[in-house]
């Protein structure tokens, strides 16, 4: 690894659900931003929580904390786009899944980094968004229609809530509700 750094395993456990998250770093910017594996665990274990039906047993997700480099190949690779995006989610295979290990989450800190600045969001925050976005793919949810995008988000703010994030959507719909007739 660049920053020479250890993977961190961390897990959390209540209600019957225990969650691992392996959280691996390339590079120290992620570090250096002051993203904890504490953190990131807190994000995946309230999408689980956040997202029907309600589970038992144990999960692990891995959350791979890279680069726009490595991201843009990632990119390119599994959705033939040559250009960075802020997160990708991997779902495992279903003899993995059955095992308890749902996927990864992959997170790139460049585009994550210029979305939190540009939007001015606190970067904590996003990045929490973020892994529970990911995390609600793994689990099966998608956005590609407005019916199952309208779920997603509502998922993602309740999960948000639990973690005291505000509704990272809420300008957006306000300033639509200004431009509606």
Do not use: C
């Not at 691992?20 to 120290?28: K, L, N, S, T, Y």
């Not at 995946?44 to 999960?59: L, V």
């Not at 991997?90 to 600045?117: C, M, Q």
């Not at 988000?153 to 639509?176: C, F, H, V, W």
């Amino acid at each position: 690894m660049a920053d020479g750094g250890p993977s961190r395993k961390s897990a959390a456990r209540s209600s019957g659900l225990r969650l691992e998250a392996d959280v691996v770093r390339h590079g120290a910017a992620w570090r250096q931003a002051g993203v904890t594996a504490a953190m990131l665990e807190r994000a995946a274990r309230a999408a689980f929580t956040a997202a029907p039906p309600a589970r038992q047993g144990t999960y692990a997700v891995t959350i791979v904390l890279t680069d726009d480099e490595e991201m843009r190949a990632l990119n390119r690779t599994w959705r033939g786009k040559d250009a960075p995006t802020n997160v990708l989610s991997f779902p495992a295979s279903d003899a993995v899944s059955e095992a308890g290990l749902i996927g990864d989450v992959v997170l790139a800190y460049e585009a994550t980094h210029k979305e939190a600045r540009d939007e001015r969001l606190v970067l904590a925050d996003h990045v929490s968004h973020l892994v529970v976005h990911g995390v609600l793919h793994l689990l099966g949810f998608d956005h590609e229609k407005d019916e199952e995008a309208e779920q997603m988000e509502d998922l993602e703010r309740t999960a948000l809530a639990s973690l005291g994030i505000a509704d990272p959507y809420a300008e957006r719909e306000a300033r639509a509700a200004e431009v509606s007739p």
